[in-house]
């Protein structure tokens, strides 16, 4: 039996910090645009059953998996899953998932971090009155010129990058915890004040049509592969900080209660998103299928030209940034975690490390959008590459890796002891997904995203 005492960082300290922080990681700025968004245009309502079909049968079994190994390890990724490979009597090889976990954190913090500071500075742009009676010509220019500036795009990224290591420098419960029990409260209070408006538009009817009228004729075998992904990738699974956090849980807390818990509040959050945005697109006339240009394209035509929309503006990009906030402390920690155990540095000097070779990387992304915009990779600026090699190779493959691991590799009892599920029948249909289930959808998923599917 493994040792299932204190992570030498600390623990969370109730089972609610440990679902606002592992909540905060997995909702992020994909949250806020990209759900609504493939869910008009997959059928609706049709989409929304399938994408929870799929939460329930790929997405929580995994990051029961992630978690259950993080806790029962107790160590940063690659130690866990070297000690967890050993307890196994598994191939060596495991221990190169723990690896590519931290190495996809970080990478996708590198260029989140950039994207990320596009809000912040869109926070200042809706105070100041930049939206002011704009139309689509104006938006689009205010966003060109932003995004031309490396200098604008530097500051503001290392703003973001800044604010994420001062978070994880003061350590579990003061950083990480105390953070995401203020950001995570806050971000469904901004929603909920932004729905209230949202529901006095005229648009709001429609917004509830475009979102959740079930139009099965849109739903095709590629919308469920979308579902699919949209269901695994919105939960933050195969990136490293589940299993991190799951190092964090308390022995006495059910990780698929807490699971359960997260899968909700995160599909929760999306679906809020979702009647935020399309009612002020439907009462402005605008682009419902916009994209990420949604955000700073689309919407501030609409903060410009409704009462208070300067107010409104704020405080919806004050929401992305704490989306994106909790989400970036959860990335950078895996990292920042390996190198205090693994190379003896403080947690002031790892954060600093980890940090500032985020922030350094994310220059190339800084740069993919103008200085560099003409350099191109197979066809990819240096940002796409890094986008298109995480999310469509590292975190699938985490996936699968993770699910073919606690399902094949770990021993039942070990994997019965940690979940530690109230019938004997849960288990075993935890392992039948874990098993069968979960490893084949994730494998198609990869298929459709390199484009074989």
Partial sequence: MMDTNKSQHGEWSSRFAFIMAATGSAVGLGNIWKFPYITGENGGGAFVLVYLLCVLLVGIPIMMAETMLGRRGRKNPIDTMINLNTEAAGD??????????????????????????????????????????????????LFDNFIASPMQLIFWHTVFMVATMLIVMRGISHG?????????????????????????????????????????????????????????????????????????LPKEVSIAKTTVIVAAADTLVALLAGLVIFPLVF???????????LIFETLPIAFGNMPGGWLFGVLFFIMLVFAALSSSIALIE??????????GLSREQACVRAGLAAWGLGLATVFSFNSWSG???????????????????????????????????????????????????????????IRYIAPAAVFLVFLHAIGVL
């Avoid at 690896?99 to 260029?111: D, K, P």
């Avoid at 009462?283 to 240009?293: D, M, R, V």
């Avoid at 895996?334 to 190379?343: D, G």
């Avoid at 298109?388 to 606690?406: D, E, Q, S």
């Fill in 334 to 343: 895996p990292a920042v975690t390996w190198l205090i155990e693994c190379k």
């Fill in 92 to 141: 060596a090889n495991w221990r190169y998932l723990g690896s590519a976990g931290i190495i996809a954190g970080f990478l996708i913090l590198s260029y989140y971090s950039v994207i990320a500071g596009w809000a912040g500075a869109y926070v200042i742009k809706a105070f100041t009155g930049s939206f002011f009676s704009a139309d689509a010509t104006a938006t689009k220019a």
């Fill in 283 to 293: 009462s402005y006339g605008l682009n419902p299928s916009a994209g990420p240009g």
């Fill in 375 to 433: 350099f191109t990779i197979f066809g990819n600026t240096l940002f796409e590459l890094i986008d298109y090699l995480t999310a469509n190779f590292m975190l699938p493959l985490g996936g699968l890796a993770i699910a073919v691991f606690a399902g094949w590799v770990m021993k039942p009892a070990h994997s019965e002891e940690e979940l530690a599920l109230p019938e004997p029948l849960h288990y075993q249909i935890w392992q039948w997904l």
């Fill in 176 to 248: 990480l915890e105390k953070s995401v029990r203020i950001m995570m409260p806050c971000l469904f209070g901004l929603m909920i004040l932004l729905l209230a408006y949202a529901m006095t538009t005229k648009g709001y009817f429609q917004g509830l049509h475009f979102l959740f009228y079930p139009d099965f004729s849109k739903l095709t075998g590629k919308s469920v592969l979308v579902a699919l992904g949209q269901a695994f990738f919105s939960l933050g699974l195969g990136m490293g900080a589940v299993m991190i956090y799951g190092a964090y």
